[in-house]
Structures are given as structure tokens and as C-alpha cells.
């Protein structure tokens, strides 16, 4: 090589391997004389996640979102020698303690996600190809905050254009006429197969249907309750355990693998006969019949089916100790049933430790949480949106929750389209006729915990010194790095929280943590402290 080129090359390799962020794009709104912030991208631009290249033994990298404002901010700090005297009250100001013992060894994180539905194709396929891979590049690539798990909705839902099944022929109970809608072709398959394709083929997909086939139901339409008509022989059952092998046959012949498959979306929603949108009703003790006489049988005894994940009740946090007991208590039934799908809408009526007093009863069933969404038109850059999500998410993978699975993916800024009206805030909000989309505060607070706290990570023990708004959550990652999840939700202070985080005698991690706020901090482990259980700092 000429000396000339030889320069030439190494600058080359030195330009490619400088990684420079880029920053949110900031967009400001009025609301009811707050302001509110969001970070727009389009065809040409759109912010990624600081990489977080390698981390020295001495240093913690530490990323931060703000309702100041912040977002993904990156800093890089270093352990210092712990001061005797520093939480004896001695200080300027006392610091927090924050305990981490990684020997201390809880649940196995299945993952991070949101749904694939028509809604969400329908907005991103109003987008030129360039904005539509931007937003997949943001949620599934190696800059955005890579999402592990998918639910993808089977057939229509609320955010459809209209009320239909894959085989709306009344008595087809060998499904001659099953078929996938245009939708499926133009708005989800698409997308998913990117989506899983960007992810190296780690997307874990889940399909779930918001109701039967209008004609297996009592009341002969999708929308609305009612369950499935009931016979003495069970057919109406066993045609819809059929419907959802035939889904899985049909997606995988278009190329889309399924890890799992929920019973069905919210069947408890469905004991009322005149709700507004499609539902499937199964008291516990018919879901569990279901399922033991119907989908298990019939699902294992399928090529495709035979290694599907199955999520049972898929419903609100009240109804999940009656449902769980139904299922797991008989043996064939719970022997067909990996785990529990928890949604977050009543969550006002149940305690979050529901899901510990759950899983102690049932330790093999994984408790998954499989949709949330702020079920209001969309406020552009509202942190408040984005600080219940972090709440709900720290207190749900405190109680031996596994994942947390938002809503639609993307949706325009009305929160549709929903053919009820039935409008939702979402993480991405789109606006087709300006060619951009906005990433609002929720598409964040996902991020921090999605971008480091990947499938297998198994979260540890965490002690916090009693504080009534700060709260975290820690993990052990496949990656040996420790992660630490804070949120700081002092809306009405102006001081931050200064915190001390161990998990080795004699040194810390000094953090200061701003009100209104969720901070990340990603250090590698350090495997000869990993049993120090009881050291004090
Ligand atoms: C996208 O946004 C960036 C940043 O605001 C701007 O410079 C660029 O012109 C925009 N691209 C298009 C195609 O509008
Ligand atoms: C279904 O029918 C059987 C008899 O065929 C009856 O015992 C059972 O109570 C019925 N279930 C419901 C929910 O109507
Ligand atoms: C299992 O599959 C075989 C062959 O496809 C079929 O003959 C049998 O009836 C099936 N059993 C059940 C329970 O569906
Ligand atoms: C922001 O969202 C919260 C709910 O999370 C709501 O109470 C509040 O009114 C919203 N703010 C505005 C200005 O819409």
C-alpha cells in the first residue's frame, strides 16, 4: 500500500469507528400554558441512543431523561472511595444510600416491547420509506432502543378500520374460508418482518385476538361481550383453537415466527354483552376449560404450535389471582400454560403486589405485562404520560413481572385511527402530513429500561434508603453489566437527590438525580464482589 493510501485508510477506519450521537431535534408545544417538549424526526433526521461503547472497571455510564428537557443524556462517571461519615447526616446535604446485591437473584427478564397493529401500520405506511425505516430504526436497531418482544394483534381489534375476522363464513367450522386481511399484508407483516429483521431475529412475537369469529359467539358478532356458543360437544371451542393454528400456519408462511400466543385479549372485559369493541368472554373456569380441552391439545398437536409460549388471562390486575388459580390449579390446563399477561388499567383497583402473592403461588408462571397505553387523545410531550409508565414499570418488575409490553407502536396525532373512537396516546405520534413523526417523553422512559436490561437479564437485590419518590429496580444482564433503573418523581422540588449506589465494600457511584426524572446507570460487574451480600457502606 502507498504511504499516501495507507493514511487514507486509516483515516477512514478511524472516521467509521468515531460515533457521534445525534441529539433530539427539539419541537415545542403550548398546552394550557404548560410547555410541552418532543423530539421530531423525519426522512433525513432523527435522534439515536448515545452508544455506550466500553465501559473502564473504575467508571459507570450514566444516561438521563428529563421533563427539563433531558433525553438520553449521556455521562460517564467513576467510583470513588466511600466516605466513612457520608450518610451519618454529617454532609451538606445527606446523601441517599442506594444498595445493590447482585447475589441476591429474583426473576429472568423475557423483555421490552409494544404492538403491531393495523393502527400502527396504517400511520407508518402513511410515511415516505425513509421516515418509516427512521421509526424502525428507533425502536428495533442498534441506535434506538432496541425492543425485544412484540404482541401482534390477530385479526381486527379497536384500532382497526372496521369489525373483521380471517373467517367471517358462518359454520366454517373446518375453516375452508380462513384467510389474512389486506391489513395483515399491507400494515403489520411488513413491518414486523423489519422490525424482527433489524433485531438479528431476536423479536420475540406474541399474537393475541381481541375476540372470536363473530358466528362461534352467542351474541353473533365480534363487538360487544358474550362468550363462545356453548354445545355439549365443544366445537365452537375447538374451531377456535383451529382459527389461531391456522394464524400461525398463515404467518409463517409469510414469514413471521410467533414465540407466543395469548388465550385471549381481556376476556373479563367481555362479561359486559354491550361493550363498545370487539371482546371474547371466558369466565376462569371456562378459560381454563378452553385450554385444557381445546387450544392444548390442539396447539401441541401441531407442527406449529407444538413449542408456542401460551399466556393465559391477558387481562387487569384485579382479576388475576382468580383467573391464575382456575388455570394453574388444574394440572392439564396449567401444563399447557407458560405465563400470565397483566394489563394496567385497573391498576387503581388491586395492589402491584398482586403479582408477588401470584407468582409465590405459582413460581413457574411467568407474569408478562402485555399492554398499557394512556387511553386519552394524544398530549404532544407530556412527561406526566411518561412518568406513569416508569412507575407502573418499576413496580411491576419489583413484583416479579418479567416485561412490559406498551400499546400501538405508533399512532396519528388524534391517537388513532380506532373505528370506536377508543383514541390512545403512543411512544411514536405521526404527523403523515408533514412528513414527521414525534418521539414523545414515553418513547424514552421505554428506552431506558429496554436499551439495557435485555432478555435474560435477571434483576437483584436493590435497597434504596427510605425516600417517598425515588424508587429503582436493578438487573444483572447477560452482558456482565449491573444496570440500574432510578426514578425521581419530586415534581415539586428544585433540588435533585444526591445518591450513593454500591454493590462492593468501600466504594461508590455518586448520582445526582434530578426531579422529574429517570436515569440509567450501566456498570460492568465485577464478578469477586458478586457475593458480598451484607457489606455496609
Ligand atoms: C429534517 O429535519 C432536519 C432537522 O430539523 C432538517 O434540517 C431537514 O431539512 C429535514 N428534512 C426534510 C426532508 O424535511
Ligand atoms: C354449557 O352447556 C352445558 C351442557 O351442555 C351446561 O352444563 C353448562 O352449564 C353450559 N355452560 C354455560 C356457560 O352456559
Ligand atoms: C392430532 O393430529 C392428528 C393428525 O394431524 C389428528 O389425526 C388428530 O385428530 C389430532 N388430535 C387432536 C387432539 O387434535
Ligand atoms: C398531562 O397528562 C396528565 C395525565 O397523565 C393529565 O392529567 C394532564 O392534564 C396532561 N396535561 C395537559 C396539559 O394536557
Not at 398530549?379 to 412518568?387: K, P
Request: proline content about 5%.
Amino acid at each position: 500500500m502507498k504511504p499516501t493510501l495507507l493514511i487514507l485508510h486509516s483515516l477512514f477506519f478511524s472516521v467509521a469507528h468515531f460515533y457521534s450521537p445525534s441529539p433530539c431535534e427539539k419541537r415545542y408545544f403550548v398546552k394550557e400554558s404548560h410547555q410541552f417538549m418532543v423530539c421530531m424526526c423525519n426522512s433525513t433526521y432523527c435522534d439515536d441512543f448515545p452508544a455506550l461503547g466500553t465501559i473502564d472497571d473504575d467508571a459507570a455510564a450514566v444516561y438521563v431523561s428529563s421533563k427539563s428537557g433531558k433525553r438520553f443524556e449521556k455521562s460517564t462517571i467513576s467510583w470513588t472511595t466511600a466516605k466513612k461519615n457520608l450518610f451519618s447526616g454529617e454532609g451538606v446535604r445527606p446523601k441517599k444510600r442506594v444498595r445493590i446485591t447482585p447475589k441476591n437473584r429474583m426473576q429472568t427478564m423475557i423483555g421490552f416491547g409494544g404492538a403491531f397493529t393495523d393502527a400502527a401500520g396504517i400511520n407508518i405506511a402513511s410515511l415516505d420509506k425513509e421516515t418509516q425505516e427512521q421509526i424502525m430504526q428507533a425502536y428495533y436497531g442498534q441506535n434506538g432502543i432496541q425492543y425485544s418482544i412484540g404482541r401482534v394483534t390477530m385479526a381486527s381489534t379497536d384500532f382497526s378500520t372496521r369489525e373483521y375476522s380471517y373467517d367471517d363464513v358462518d359454520g366454517d367450522f373446518t375453516l375452508e374460508h380462513f384467510a389474512l386481511a389486506p391489513d395483515d399484508f399491507q400494515f403489520k407483516i411488513p413491518y414486523i418482518k423489519r422490525a424482527v429483521k433489524l433485531t438479528g431475529g431476536d423479536l420475540k412475537l406474541f399474537g393475541v385476538a381481541w375476540s372470536a369469529p363473530g358466528w362461534m359467539k352467542t351474541s353473533g358478532r365480534m363487538k360487544g361481550g358474550g362468550g363462545l356458543k356453548n354445545t355439549s360437544d365443544g366445537i365452537y371451542e375447538q374451531a377456535l383453537a383451529r382459527y389461531y393454528v391456522r394464524f400461525l400456519e398463515e404467518y409463517d408462511r409469510n414469514g413471521v415466527k410467533f414465540w407466543g400466543l395469548s388465550v385471549m385479549n381481556q376476556p373479563v372485559t367481555a362479561e359486559d354483552p354491550d361493550f363498545t369493541w370487539q371482546s371474547t368472554y371466558f369466565s376462569p373456569e371456562q378459560e381454563r376449560d378452553f385450554i385444557k380441552y381445546a387450544l392444548g391439545p390442539i396447539l401441541r398437536n401441531s407442527t406449529i404450535g407444538r413449542d408456542i409460549t401460551l399466556i393465559a388471562i391477558d387481562d387487569q390486575r384485579p382479576a388475576i389471582l382468580s383467573y391464575a388459580k382456575a388455570i394453574y390449579s388444574d394440572p392439564v390446563a396449567s401444563s399447557y400454560t407458560a405465563g400470565t399477561g397483566i394489563h394496567w388499567y385497573l391498576d387503581m383497583f388491586a395492589p402491584v403486589g398482586v403479582y408477588t402473592l401470584t407468582h409465590k403461588a405459582w413460581p413457574d408462571k411467568f407474569i408478562l405485562a402485555t399492554e398499557a397505553c394512556v387511553a386519552l387523545v394524544p398530549v404532544l410531550g407530556n412527561w406526566t404520560n411518561a412518568d406513569k409508565y416508569a412507575a407502573s414499570i418499576i413496580s411491576n418488575l419489583n413484583n416479579w413481572v418479567t416485561g412490559w409490553t406498551d400499546w400501538n407502536i405508533a399512532l396519528d396525532t388524534k391517537g388513532g385511527p380506532n373505528w370506536v373512537n377508543n383514541f390512545a396516546d403512543s411512544p411514536i405520534i405521526i404527523d403523515a402530513s408533514k412528513g414527521e413523526f414525534y418521539k414523545q417523553p414515553m418513547f424514552y422512559v421505554m428506552g431506558h429500561f429496554s436499551k439495557f436490561i435485555r432478555p435474560g437479564s435477571v434483576r437483584i437485590g436493590l435497597s434504596m434508603e427510605e425516600d417517598d419518590e425515588l424508587e429503582g429496580v436493578a438487573f444483572s444482564t447477560p452482558a456482565e453489566q449491573n444496570v440500574l433503573v432510578v426514578r425521581n418523581a419530586h415534581s415539586h422540588h428544585t433540588y435533585n437527590l444526591e445518591i450513593d449506589v454500591a454493590d462492593r465494600p468501600g466504594q461508590v457511584l455518586h448520582v445526582s438525580v434530578e426531579p422529574d426524572s429517570i436515569t440509567t446507570i450501566v456498570w460492568k460487574e465485577v464478578r469477586q464482589y458478586l457475593n458480598f451480600g451484607s457489606f455496609v457502606i
